[in-house]
C-alpha cells in the first residue's frame, strides 16, 4: 500500500518541523510549502491525500487558498491555526475545510484528525459505486434507492427533513458542517441563517431515532458554536 502523501502548509519553520517529524515518524511522506503560493502549486502537481494548512501565510490568507482549492479538488483540508475564534472556525469550513485544529495541538489529537481524514480518502475511493446506493456506518444504515434508513436490523422511520439532514451528513463523513451550509442545503437560500433553532429541533429528533444514547451520541457530533459531524463507526 502506498504511504499517505501530506502537504504541510505553514510559514512557521518550528511548527513546519514539528508537523513534519511527527508525519515521519508515523511513516506518511510529506512535502512542505511555506506560503500560499507553493501550496496551490504543489496541490496541482504534488496530488497529496491531505493538506494540513495555516490560515496565517505571508502572502494570502489561508482561507482563500481553501476556496480556490476548492474549485478543482475534494482534497480533505484540515486547518491548523492560532485563530480560535468561532467566527474564523465557520468561515474556514464554510469556504470548504474539513477539519479545524487550534493552536497549541497536541501531536496525537493532530495524528487522530489525520486518520480521520485518510479514512474518508479511502472510503471514499473505495466505495464510490457502493455508496451511491447504499451507506453503511456501523450498524447505521441508508438505502438510498429506496429510501429507507435502518439501525441494525430494524427499520427507523424519518420525516422528509431528518432524512435530509441524515443523507447530508453521510455524504459529508467526517467533515465538520456548519450550521450555516447544513441550513442553506437543507431549507434553501432564502431562509435566514441565523434562525438555528429549527435545526436544532430536528437534529434533537434525529439523534433520538438513531442513537442508543442521544445525549451521547456516537454518529452526529456537536460542535458547538460550529456546526456538527457524521462520525464514522469501525
Given at each position: 500500500m502506498?504511504k499517505?502523501?501530506i502537504?504541510?502548509?505553514e ?8 508537523i513534519?517529524?511527527t508525519?515521519e ?12 503560493a ?6 496541482l502537481?504534488y ?5 494540513l494548512?495555516?490560515?496565517g ?8 487558498i ?5 474549485s478543482?479538488s475534494?482534497?480533505?483540508i ?5 485563530r480560535?475564534e468561532?467566527?474564523?472556525?465557520v468561515?474556514?469550513?464554510d469556504?470548504?475545510?474539513d477539519?479545524?485544529l487550534?493552536k ?7 495524528l487522530a ?11 471514499d475511493s473505495?466505495k464510490?459505486t457502493e455508496?451511491?446506493s447504499?451507506?453503511a ?9 429506496a ?8 427499520e427507523?422511520?424519518?420525516?422528509p427533513?431528518e432524512?435530509?439532514l441524515l443523507?447530508?451528513?453521510a ?15 437543507i431549507?434553501g437560500?432564502?431562509?435566514s441563517?441565523?434562525?438555528t433553532?429549527?435545526?436544532?429541533v ?6 433520538k431515532?438513531?442513537e442508543?444514547e ?7 457530533k ?5 456546526g ?7
Open positions: 502506498n499517505p502523501q502537504l504541510i502548509v510559514d512557521d519553520a518550528a511548527v513546519s518541523n514539528l513534519a517529524t508525519l515518524l508515523q511513516n506518511y511522506q510529506f512535502r512542505k510549502a511555506p506560503n500560499g507553493a501550496a496551490v502549486m504543489e496541490a502537481s496530488r497529496p491525500d491531505v493538506m494548512l495555516d490560515l501565510l505571508p502572502d494570502a490568507d489561508g482561507v482563500e481553501i476556496r480556490k482549492i476548492r478543482w475534494n482534497m480533505p484540515i486547518v491548523v491555526s492560532a480560535s468561532d467566527t474564523d472556525k468561515e474556514a469550513l469556504a470548504g475545510a477539519d479545524y487550534t497549541p495541538f497536541s501531536v496525537d489529537e493532530l484528525r489525520l486518520r480521520v481524514a485518510l479514512r474518508r480518502v479511502r472510503c473505495r464510490v455508496e451511491s447504499v451507506y456506518n456501523g450498524e447505521l444504515k441508508i438505502d438510498y434507492a429510501g429507507c434508513v435502518f439501525v441494525g436490523e430494524k427507523v422511520h424519518l420525516t427533513i432524512y435530509k443523507c447530508l451528513l455524504k459529508n463523513t467526517g467533515k465538520v458542517l456548519t450550521h450555516n451550509f447544513i441550513i442553506r442545503e431549507w437560500s432564502g431562509y441563517a441565523s434562525d433553532s429549527s435545526l436544532w430536528f437534529m434533537a429528533t434525529l439523534r431515532k438513531i442508543a442521544p445525549a451521547h451520541p456516537k454518529y452526529i456537536t460542535h458547538i458554536g460550529v456538527y459531524r457524521m462520525m464514522r463507526q469501525g
